[in-house]
């Protein structure tokens, strides 16, 4: 059963804490991707990376980083987190060929609350 | 970028078929057509995707008229399970020299389905 799956479903953290959001895929897919979901928002881009080491901004990328030291593990970064980044962060992957690329796979998602 | 847009909320009665129509008047050559379903509190999940004409599967059927400017996803028979949201997705291929491939989700369309 293919799987993403995210380090922790649940995490509260303190204002200016760094804070690492992992996932990992079993599918060897080349292409993963953090989004963040808000209420009436809906799901937005953070970070993109199409390869290890690649990565590439999406639409939100300020105040977050990202690494991907190996092709089944893409990290989320908060170097200094905010209360404004209290948010549910999903990841996810997909193959890179074009046809199998709209398929996404999400983990259950991150909730982190930044006091 | 590749915009769509879709009603923001649709009520459904139990046991009727539901249509959902997406607009997409900027789809480029290469995009495919996708559609997620999101649960509260889990990541989103694939339903169908399609290029053009018809698709079906177990789960829905996709229909996409010549012009491909729009896209309605077409639900049987629904049941209180299917009480979601609905995102419509095109392919933004941004990066095409990496041969990376993102998708934008939208705010999605919120369906209720009422016993």
């Known amino acids: 059963d293919v799987k993403v799956t995210q380090s922790s479903r649940y995490l509260v953290k303190r204002t200016g804490e760094k804070v690492f959001l992992e996932c990992v895929q079993d599918m060897d897919h080349e292409n993963m991707f953090w989004y963040r979901q808000d209420p009436g928002l809906g799901l937005r881009l953070i970070y993109f990376s199409y390869d290890v080491k690649m990565k590439e901004k999406g639409d939100i990328p300020e105040g977050y980083s990202v690494s991907r030291e190996k092709k089944e593990r893409f990290s989320l970064i908060l170097e200094s987190a905010s209360t404004n980044q209290t948010s549910m962060y999903l990841c996810a992957s997909s193959h890179r060929k074009l046809k199998m690329a709209g398929e996404l796979f999400f983990g259950e998602g991150s909730r982190l609350t930044v006091l | ?115």
């Open chain 2, 1 to 115: 970028l590749a915009k769509t847009t879709q009603p923001i909320s649709m009520d459904s009665y139990e046991g009727q078929e539901v249509n959902i129509t997406c607009s997409h008047n900027n789809i480029a050559t290469n995009d495919y057509i996708t559609w997620y379903q999101q649960f509260p509190s889990q990541g989103p999940r694939f339903i169908i995707q399609g290029y053009k004409t018809k698709v079906t599967n177990e789960v829905a059927s996709l229909f996409i008229p010549a012009d491909r400017k729009s896209s309605t996803l077409s639900l049987p028979r629904v049941s209180l399970s299917d009480t979601a949201v609905y995102y419509c997705l095109v392919g933004d291929k941004r990066y095409s020299g990496a041969g990376s491939y993102q998708l934008t989700f939208g705010k999605g369309t919120k369906l209720s389905v009422i016993p």
